[in-house]
């Protein structure tokens, strides 16, 4: 029995995060020449993985332990052409994951995800919460190209099907696992699995998980006092008694706090009873509290004159902190030259309802200031779940499948890198939802078939508080989402004989998303105590629809025992979205859904009497339909919160360069009365401007390989590795952007017998490999370069007390580099932001079973 701990639970999963561990002993391969069967359940039934005309990287419990796997945003190092990365902290607890080219970074619920995560058949529809700590796991399946038909909900992109494992029936067992490591790691976890009588079982686990976060949250006015320059600090205050100054106090550190660590605890039970050889059902509940710091963020680029000299509401506020001689501006004295080291406090240094002469935001609103946020993300998950089996022959089973499920999570965030804090972003969600699916499925001598319904109900609520001081705005948002979803689906595999194989399948999907917006733009008079909404707010109802039919047909071919080719189309879809981000009336529309039809070539082989398994793919996917965007912006809006329009910019044509959109869109450039006139507010001549999102329609072609292997060349040696290569062609939407081309990784492991220590050690070695990811379609100084990440590990086992001892390193080279980045230069802000990567960590592991 084995299990993965991560990051958040999910259905028939306790939800925290990191390390992957193994409920029964997670041992290394057996000492053999040959590599064993993976049995997959991707197409509904029970299948060989070299048999199953899909492609797949599915991973055992086992293998993500040795690898160092320890989270589903990791999930992307192994996979040819995915990228799985953790947000970034604007985003909130969430996993943006991408598959062959096609994906979603922002996990708001306006948009939906194009790769569906499925939890023991239970579908998890958002990516708010999908750092997966998965309890008792068996294998995860992760399945390339659309899954249109079995699938179908948002699996444009692809599928990820982790597997749990049973609490067993004939014999009891338990584990528990204790890890320390760099920055006062402390993870403990403990899981059991009990037989109550020849038909019922229970099984149980509990994760406790605490790190501190490797980026350092520095007090500004220590720093300067520590650097000899304490006028650049002006009058700002200290952030903490510890790190202050006063009193002739000389304090040892100007740290007074972390980001990117982690505070979880997750609980799950089950129940397993099989009362006689036609009925199975397991029923499970889950609980996670978890308080994880906001992800480290460095903000690796400024245009400072933007604020420092034009703006202001920035300069006025920052006046409130200078000294003779020396003016409080934000300039680079801000910058920590360390990625590792931030200035960011997530708090409004002004009280609510401080009015500063000359700010349009301060300005004596009591709906204006005061905020402060902190720096962990509170989050609870909690469900219950169930699936019911039931074999009405021989060869044809019932399975009813049902869950419910609740999150709450909060968290804030900036984008400034400054304890002035131009912007401070909070947000709030709630959401329940439940979901079940009816399938009937028979297997026969020349036939398999399944066929049924998929319902889903859920309900969300969003409350944000977006500040902008630069732009003198603070909205307050509200938002109700009511998605529904309904399927009916059937597929079917007919072998006319042993070596062939055709696949056929269809599904018609009805698609609503209720939302009710309002995003309220504050114009409350100073010292007035109830709220009043400016003109500029954006209150809309929509309803986002779709209704299709999806497809999917398929050969597959064995030659002989060892090698089977397939070749498979199929289409794909994703809902309508629209901007969840509006600035001003006008900017709501919907954004363009997603359509394709794909086309896969793939090899499977087992050769060299079983100690090579090699499996390629090439695909092409065709779009019809696919979102693009361009961040522009345009003029303000007149409103009572301004009054005028009256500004210092011009609305310029704008888009894409070199596309059909070059001009269709707008940004703008600071006003020049020489060549640009008098003001003309009507044609957006000397004009104040906002961002604005410009989505438009394209179509396209993603195209691509990808291969994997595992191989046994001789005895206790084992090597796999995989590689992956897609190419996104389209004219109208510039570079390719957020993905690499290119993605690689490989590792080996070898089993060394140690009799005199009754046991053995396996030392192994990891490398992940991801090329070029552009983050900007226009410039390319924004691009992060390929890099190359290796992590080490080497374990202990002892035979005779059935326990282990590992101690090993991820980033074991100690690599820099972004995990991903956010250009706010392209939506008109002066900074950009980044997500820098975790240094090298250290770990010591001790694992007993009984």
Not at 23 to 31: D, F, R
Not at 704 to 715: M, S, T
């Amino acid at each position: 029995m084995a299990r993965i701990s991560s990051g958040v639970s999910v259905p028939l999963m306790a939800l925290a995060a990191h390390a992957v561990t193994a409920a029964e002993s997670p041992a290394p391969p057996a000492a053999t020449t040959q590599l064993s069967e993976v049995v997959v359940t991707a197409t509904r039934h029970e299948t060989d993985l070299q048999e199953t005309p899909i492609a797949i990287t599915a991973v055992t419990a086992e293998m993500l332990e040795v690898r160092g796997l320890t989270t589903t945003s990791d999930l992307g190092n192994i996979v040819p052409n995915a990228v799985f990365r953790k947000s970034e902290g604007i985003y909130g607890p969430a996993v943006s994951v991408y598959l062959r080219g096609i994906g979603q970074t922002d996990p708001q619920f306006n948009g939906e995800p194009s790769v569906a995560f499925y939890i023991d058949d239970i579908y998890y529809p958002f990516l708010f919460g999908s750092q997966f700590d998965l309890l008792d796991l068996d294998r995860v399946e992760v399945l390339r190209g659309p899954q249109g038909t079995l699938y179908g909900r948002n699996a444009i992109a692809g599928a990820v099907n982790m597997i749990s494992t049973k609490p067993s029936l004939t014999e009891a067992h338990a584990k528990v696992e204790l890890t320390v490591g760099d920055y006062d790691r402390r993870d403990m976890r403990a899981s059991f699995s009990v037989p109550l009588t020849d038909t019922l079982a229970i099984g149980g686990s509990v994760v406790s998980k605490k790190r501190t976060g490797y980026q350092q949250m520095v007090d500004f006015s220590c720093q300067m006092q520590k650097n000899g320059t304490p006028k650049l600090a002006g009058t700002f205050p200290y952030q903490t008694p510890e790190t202050t100054y006063a009193g002739g106090r000389v304090p040892e550190s100007c740290v007074f706090d972390h980001l990117g660590g982690e505070d979880s605890r997750a609980f799950r039970g089950t129940v397993y009873w099989v009362p006689n050889d036609r009925v199975e059902v397991m029923v499970s509940g889950d609980y996670v509290d978890q308080n994880d710091e906001i992800p480290a963020e460095y903000i690796f680029t400024t245009n400072y004159p933007e604020t420092s000299g034009t703006n202001a509401n920035f300069v006025t506020a920052a006046n409130r902190f200078s000294v003779p001689g020396t003016p409080f501006r934000w300039d680079n004295r801000f910058e920590t030259k360390d990625p590792y080291k931030t200035y960011d406090n997530y708090c409004d240094p002004f009280p609510a309802g401080t009015q500063i002469p000359g700010n349009t935001y301060y300005n004596g609103s009591l709906f204006k200031g005061g905020k402060c946020y902190g720096n962990t993300v509170p989050l609870t998950n909690h469900g219950i779940q169930g699936k019911a089996k039931f074999a009405l022959t021989d060869s044809i089973n019932l399975l009813a499948i049902a869950g419910w499920r609740k999150m709450d999570l909060r968290f804030g965030a900036a984008s400034d890198g400054t304890v002035l804090n131009d912007s401070i972003i909070y947000h709030e969600f709630h959401e329940h939802h439940w979901n079940g699916e009816l399938r009937l499925t028979g297997e026969h001598e020349r036939i398999d078939w399944s066929t049924g319904v998929f319902y889903y109900d859920g309900e969300a609520e969003h409350l944000g508080q977006p500040q902008g001081v630069r732009a003198g705005t603070q909205r307050f948002q509200t938002d109700w989402y009511r998605p529904t979803s309904w399927a009916g689906f059937a597929n079917v595999v007919v072998r006319p004989f042993d070596a062939l194989s055709l696949t056929g399948g269809l599904r018609y999907s009805d698609d609503k998303k209720g939302v009710d917006f309002n995003s309220l733009t504050d114009a409350t008079p100073p010292g007035q105590s109830t709220f009043v909404p400016a003109a500029a707010s954006t209150v809309f109802d929509i309803t986002i629809a779709d209704q299709r039919w999806d497809w999917k047909a398929g050969a597959e071919y064995q030659f002989n025992g060892a090698l089977m080719a397939y070749a498979s189309a199929g289409s794909g879809y994703r809902l309508p979205s629209f901007n969840v981000r509006p600035s001003q009336p006008g900017q709501e529309e919907q954004t363009p859904g997603e359509s394709l039809i794909s086309y896969e070539f793939g090899l499977k082989s087992e050769l060299f009497n079983q100690r090579l398994k090699l499996n390629v793919a090439a695909f092409l996917m065709d779009f019809t339909e696919r979102p693009a965007g361009y961040s522009g912006q345009e003029a303000r809006h007149k409103d009572d919160l301004t009054g005028n329009v009256a500004g210092n910019q011009t609305v310029i044509p704008a888009g894409p360069p070199n596309t059909d959109y070059a001009t269709a869109f707008t940004n703008c450039r600071a006003y020049n009365a020489a060549s640009d006139g008098a003001p003309n507010p009507s044609a957006g001549v000397a004009v104040a401007c906002v961002a604005r999102a410009f989505s438009y329609s394209v179509g396209g072609k993603i195209k691509g390989f990808e291969g994997e292997f595992e191989a046994a060349p001789f005895r206790r040696l084992l090597w796999s590795g995989s590689v992956g290569y897609t190419k996104w062609t389209s004219g109208q939407t510039g570079r390719q952007t957020l993905i690499p081309e290119w993605t690689a990784s490989s590792g080996v492991q070898y089993d060394i017998p140690a009799d005199f220590l009754n046991g053995s050690f396996m030392p192994r070695l990891d490398w992940f490999y991801n090329g070029n990811i552009a983050y900007s379609a226009t410039d390319p100084t924004y691009d992060q370069g390929g890099r190359s990440v290796w992590n080490g590990r080497i374990t202990y086992r002892n035979n005779d007390h059935d326990f282990d001892v590992a101690v090993g390193a991820t980033n074991l080279f100690n690599k820099f580099y972004y995990y991903q980045k956010t250009i706010f230069r392209e939506l008109g802000l002066p900074t950009n932001l980044g997500q820098p990567a975790a240094p090298r960590e250290w770990f010591l592991t001790l694992q007993k079973r009984f």
